[in-house]
T-cell receptor, first 111, second 116 residues
Framework: EDKVVQSPLSLVVHEGDTVTLNCSYEVTNFRSLLWYKQEKKAPTFLFMLTSSGIEKKSGRLSSILDKKELFSILNITATQTGDSAIYLCAVITSGTYKYIFGTGTRLKVLA | EAGVAQSPRYKIIEKRQSVAFWCNPISGHATLYWYQQILGQGPKLLIQFQNNGVVDDSQLPKDRFSAERLKGVDSTLKIQPAKLEDSAVYLC??????????????FGQGTRLTVV
């Protein structure tokens, strides 16, 4: 059975800290891995990773994929209270383009 | 570009009643997804359409849930009869899936269903 596992499930940090969120997967027909940020209801897209070892970066956020070890990490440096959200990892399968989500990591950044 | 539209935003019903949710995807997006997200969990795929055909409905409780996308554009998801455990946010998403590299799914604001 295809599955995506995220860790930790929740995290509380102080502003300015750096956090690393983890996502491991076991799927057949892997195509891409995506990270989403969910603040209220609608997840918003952060990154799509398809190739191993190539870091994607956007401001204080960065992510990388390891297709050999079947995991990805999302780093957030100099965290701000606005980073408080649930971070979702999803894997897309080839062929049917099915999205399989992990349970998410709930991040809370304290002022 | 207009986003994915969903309605209603909130719905409260009693158990055993029926309810319907509507989704209008981004124009031109061939793939439409319905997800159920229970509090504290990640989104769980209920059904995936490619145009007006069903690609995956393996996790759809077909005894009470149904969905359609008759003209390959907007879609409705129905629950009849509702149970308490159906209380969740129902998210609709769409993606282009036309072979371009950046074919991420875009989500609507969701419908929060409370069954009492």
């Amino acid at each position: 059975e295809d599955k995506v596992v995220q860790s930790p499930l929740s995290l509380v940090v102080h502003e300015g800290d750096t956090v690393t969120l983890n996502c491991s997967y076991e799927v057949t027909n892997f195509r891409s891995l995506l990270w989403y940020k969910q603040e209220k209801k609608a997840p918003t897209f952060l990154f799509m990773l398809t190739s191993s070892g190539i870091e994607k970066k956007s401001g204080r956020l960065s992510s990388i994929l390891d297709k050999k070890e079947l995991f990805s990490i999302l780093n957030i440096t100099a965290t701000q209270t606005g980073d408080s959200a649930i971070y979702l990892c999803a894997v897309i399968t080839s062929g049917t383009y099915k999205y399989i989500f992990g349970t998410g990591t709930r991040l809370k950044v304290l002022a | 570009e207009a986003g994915v539209a969903q309605s209603p935003r909130y719905k409260i019903i009693e158990k055993r009643q029926s309810v319907a949710f509507w989704c209008n995807p981004i124009s031109g997006h061939a793939t439409l997804y319905w997800y159920q997200q229970i509090l504290g969990q990640g989104p769980k795929l209920l059904i995936q359409f490619q145009n007006n055909g069903v690609v995956d409905d393996s996790q759809l409780p077909k005894d009470r849930f149904s969905a359609e996308r008759l003209k390959g554009v907007d879609s409705t998801l129905k629950i009849q009869p509702a149970k308490l455990e159906d209380s969740a946010v129902y998210l609709c998403a769409s993606s282009a899936q036309d072979g371009r590299p950046n074919t991420e799914a875009f989500f609507g604001q969701g419908t929060r269903l409370t069954v009492v």
